[in-house]
């Protein structure tokens, strides 16, 4: 569509030639040109030319530099909206950073490329706005579960979470109850009061949904909240300890989701339950070998007060099971170890006995560029759960620690156990170092899989909802 000068062309030819250029995606090469037009030509490898390519190449030229705030792009003239689509969230992703000012805010500073304005040349504009909006919702929900991942945990106790999503929804018709200690309490939500308890700021439960009018497919997503796990009287060491900022990464990634589905007017009902505490020490603290009542009635003993995130789930998913009754139940927790010993940094561990929910999961994980690989739910292993006191240990010390957490998670989905899975993303919720469209630190890992696997559920359903009779203000991809 961009048709250089043919001198151009030719120099940045011999620069490649010159190079060891391999196309893969993101290898960028910078040919200037004092005083031409352009005066600097990126020369941007895109692998395969899929979308995973052209999002790696995306990131890197967000992160390229720009002091003059502009980039053009141009694309292949039949580029088809799949490769608009991985660009443009490539651009808004890759430039992400978060720093904490000096001033009272708590917010992300601005890119650090300087990169204000992209102009994609392409042949037909037209076909490519509905990929467009996808990468635009898609990109500003990953970075707002970057933010809330990011936050120290001084500034996100649970209330204090639990208002930013609600400021988060405010621009979108979706809707947000804050379930407080007492409700807890009233209703029997054991696992989420016993967690909480020794915490300064009491635990709350979240609940964010969207509601479509007509839309006949429910979807109940749960994500682990723990604003900060010191381990309680299991106690972490140093260490193991500084970045539990991180254990609420599961809540972040579903509250984003589903505000993303929101913004994208998707035809199917969504809600996310966000059970959020502290797990701290201190003489209210629960022991290991308490026996706690979840929402429902199971009870579980507990064996290890470091394995904190199953109990709060438990409750939630109970509570998805029996009072929203959703079609499909999907949760996302930083769960365990046992998942990154087993697939490494990159890839999350995915639970479910239903094997088309897994698979359009994990082809929905593919295409938006994050991993995951099914593991088994063997039924031999049921026996580790098994306690003389209790319905189930929480934590077994048999081993196989990803997939005894799954199982124990699988009894509290009740009528759901058929329409439900388990994703264990502890390890890639965050990054040592900048890679492709991640950052450093919180990766926001989950928001793109759970966006575009909504995007083919209500594809499967039918066309979207009328729009409002006064539209939501458009959300803004980054604060400064």
């Not at 999350?348 to 994990?362: F, H, M, T, V």
């Amino acid at each position: 569509v961009a048709r250089l000068p043919e001198d151009v062309r030719t120099r940045a030819a011999a620069l490649l030639a010159a190079l060891p250029h391999t196309g893969r995606p993101g290898e960028l090469h910078t040919l200037p040109r004092p005083g031409g037009r352009p005066w600097r030509l990126l020369l941007v490898g895109v692998g395969q030319g899929d979308e995973e390519g052209w999002r790696c190449a995306g990131a890197e030229l967000a992160r390229a530099g720009h002091p003059e705030g502009e980039l053009t792009v141009g694309l292949p003239a039949d580029a088809d909206p799949a490769t608009v689509r991985g660009l443009a969230e490539g651009l808004w992703l890759g430039g992400y950073r978060f720093r904490l000012p000096r001033g009272a805010a708590a917010e992300p500073s601005a890119d650090p490329s300087g990169l204000r304005r992209v102009t994609l040349l392409v042949g037909d504009p037209d076909r490519h706005a509905e990929a467009l909006a996808q990468a635009r919702a898609t990109a500003a929900a990953t970075l707002l579960a970057r933010d809330l991942t990011n936050l120290p945990a001084d500034r996100k106790p649970p209330a204090a979470l639990a208002r930013r999503v609600a400021a988060a929804a405010r621009g979108v018709a979706a809707a947000v109850t804050v379930r407080d200690v007492d409700w807890l309490a009233a209703r029997g939500f054991g696992g989420l009061l016993a967690v909480g308890a020794a915490a300064a700021q009491p635990p709350c439960l979240v609940e964010l949904a969207w509601r479509p009018r007509g839309a006949r497919t429910h979807v109940a997503l749960v994500g682990k909240g723990i604003t900060f796990d010191t381990g309680g009287l299991s106690i972490k060491p140093v260490a193991g300890m500084r970045l539990m900022r991180k254990d609420m990464a599961g809540a972040a990634a579903v509250a984003a989701a589903t505000i993303a589905a929101a913004e994208l007017r998707l035809p199917v009902r969504v809600t996310a339950l966000l059970p959020l505490a502290e797990n701290a020490v201190g003489g209210s603290a629960f022991r290991p070998g308490d026996v706690i009542r979840h929402y429902g009635g199971l009870t579980s003993e507990t064996t290890n007060s470091d394995a904190e995130g199953r109990l709060v789930l438990a409750d939630a998913l109970a509570y998805a099971d029996r009072r929203l009754r959703p079609d499909l139940l999907v949760d996302l927790a930083t769960l365990t170890g046992a998942n990154a010993v087993a697939l490494g940094k990159g890839t999350a561990a995915l639970y479910s006995d239903n094997d088309g929910l897994a698979d359009a999961l994990r082809r929905a994980g593919a295409a938006a560029g994050e991993r995951l690989w099914r593991m088994p739910l063997p039924t031999d292993y049921l026996a580790y759960l098994s306690s003389d006191v209790a319905d189930l240990y929480s934590a077994p010390e048999q081993g196989a620690g990803s997939v005894t957490a799954a199982l124990y998670l699988r009894e509290f989905t009740g009528a759901r156990r058929d329409r439900w899975a388990h994703v264990d993303m502890s390890a890639p919720s965050w990054a040592d170092r900048a890679d492709g469209v991640l950052a450093q630190g919180a990766t926001g890992w989950g928001v793109r899989t759970l966006v575009r696997w909504l995007i083919d559920v209500a594809s499967a359903d039918g066309p979207r909802p009328p729009p409002p009779a006064r539209p939501a203000p458009r959300r803004r991809i980054s604060r400064a």
